[in-house]
């Protein structure tokens, strides 16, 4: 099993999800690989469903411990060279594992991730990179903008996820974010511009800004690591993607009242990077509680995911 591959799931109260996901795999051009299943503590059939309908999958149920720590347990049973994530509700195309392992087995990159389509509920599909922004390889420079690979997207060799130092279990989000930047130390990762896996994702009529903190934690986690040297080689791009990381925090506390801490987080984004907007917000922490909703635009930005989400309403009932 020297050139196979781990297909790992986690998986929590999917029931009946996380069968697409499999059907997927098990549909794959690409045979040689194994599937595990890691049960975040399921309470209700999904283990069974599992066992009952796909019974050559491995399933580790154990007590509920999160994402990371759920990855992180089937991580260190798999018995593959290469590893490749699927997120319970997403699922692939068929040639994913193809595609994927021939281009990974090259041996110039440490892992390889696809372009995918994002699924709304009403089945719309939309292309999950646009334009040709991203380049065929990413390293250290490109990644520390911010979080953008979907780990249902990704292949990577086993070694080095675990030298890396496995998936960060005290984080509940932006865990992938910082898995990567850890495993971009030691090689660069390809991108295969097809669209081959499938992601649900829902249309958020607020601003989904309370994973933010994570963002800054992983940042702060990130910069902390490095030495002089490694820092002044990427301090370009990392000030820019630090500096943004830092205001979206700092915007979400403005805007729940926190004028405070919120005034901490602009003033960190801005000795990174002087921006008009950093200091424009800056100045409304300042202000009364609801000026900064009505002064910075956050208001049409509501409308207009509002109104995406009534098109989508429309789609759907067509």
């Known amino acids: 099993m020297d050139e196979c591959v781990s297909v790992i799931i986690p998986t929590y109260n999917k029931g009946s999800y996380i069968l697409k996901a499999l059907e997927s795999v098990r549909a794959q051009s690409f045979k040689d690989f194994e599937i595990i299943v890691s049960d975040d503590g399921s309470k209700n059939n999904t283990t069974d469903l599992i066992k009952d309908k796909f019974p050559e999958v491995a399933v580790l149920k154990h007590k509920h411990c999160g994402v990371s720590c759920s990855r992180n347990i089937a991580i260190k049973e798999a018995k593959c060279k290469y590893i490749a994530f699927l997120d319970d509700d997403d699922w692939w195309d068929e040639k994913f594992l193809e595609y994927t392992v021939n281009r990974i087995k090259k041996g110039d990159v440490v892992a390889v991730f696809t372009n995918y389509y994002k699924v709304y509920e009403n089945g719309l599909l939309e292309s999950g990179y646009k334009n040709n922004r991203i380049p065929e390889i990413v390293d250290l420079n490109w990644m520390v903008r911010g979080s953008f690979i979907d780990p249902s997207t990704v292949v990577a060799k086993k070694d080095v996820v675990i030298k890396a130092g496995l998936f960060d279990e005290n984080l509940s989000s932006a865990e992938d974010w910082d898995l990567w930047l850890r495993m971009l130390k030691f090689g660069n990762f390809a ?128």
Not at 217 to 242: C, P, Q, T, W
Not at 294 to 314: E, P, T
């Open 191 to 318: 991108y295969i511009d097809k669209k081959l896996a499938y992601k649900r994702v829902d249309v958020h009529v607020g601003i989904p800004m309370k994973t933010a903190v994570n963002d800054c934690r992983v940042m702060d986690k990130f910069i902390s690591s490095l030495s002089k040297e490694e820092y002044e080689i990427i301090a370009h791009n990392l000030k820019k993607g630090a500096s943004r990381i830092y205001l979206k925090y700092a915007t979400f506390l403005l805007h729940e009242g926190k004028r405070k801490e919120a005034r901490e987080y602009f003033l960190k984004s801005l000795r990174l990077k002087f921006t008009p907007k950093a200091l424009y917000r800056f100045g409304l922490s300042y202000t009364p509680p609801p000026l900064p909703k009505l002064l910075d635009g956050v208001y049409l930005r509501i409308a207009k995911n509002y109104l995406k989400s009534l098109k989508f309403k429309k789609n759907r009932n067509e």
